[in-house]
Nanobody
Framework: QLQLVESGGGLVQPGGSLRLSCASS????????IGWFRQAPGKEREALSS????????NYVGSVKGRFTISRDNAKNTVYLQMNTLKPEDTDVYYC?????????????????????WGQGTQVTVSS
């Protein structure tokens, strides 16, 4: 079974940057669209961004468009989320997830229900 591991979270000051990584072990990621989500305790999960399985297409929600950039390196089985100009309201646990998309090469889902495999999450705290 595909397993995803997030890393790169931490404490950063407002206006700072972090790069999150989502890596798989043992399975190639190039069969999957990958999405990034975040969720705080007691809050609904929020989709942030997704990238098609061969990186032709990306998708962002409005709150992060222009600040976050998703990318992937299938040779390294890793997907990244570069987060710039971070705000205190970006404080959350960040998760990556993989969606089996078959022949839909350009598909970039943003609904959590379309994702089949999830990582354990990495904490991002934006505070001075």
């Amino acid at each position: 079974q595909l397993q995803l591991v997030e890393s790169g979270g931490g404490l950063v000051q407002p206006g700072g940057s972090l790069r999150l990584s989502c890596a798989s072990s043992g399975f190639s990621l190039d069969r999957y669209a990958i999405g990034w989500f975040r969720q705080a305790p007691g809050k609904e999960r929020e989709a942030l961004s997704s990238i098609s399985k061969l990186a032709e297409m990306t998708n962002y929600v409005g709150s992060v468009k222009g600040r976050f950039t998703i990318s992937r390196d299938n040779a390294k089985n890793t997907v990244y989320l570069q987060m710039n100009t971070l705000k205190p309201e970006d404080t959350d646990v960040y998760y990556c997830a993989a969606a089996s998309v078959g022949g839909r090469y350009y598909y970039t889902p943003l609904r959590g229900s379309e994702y089949h495999f999830w990582g354990q999450g990495t904490q991002v705290t934006v505070s001075s």
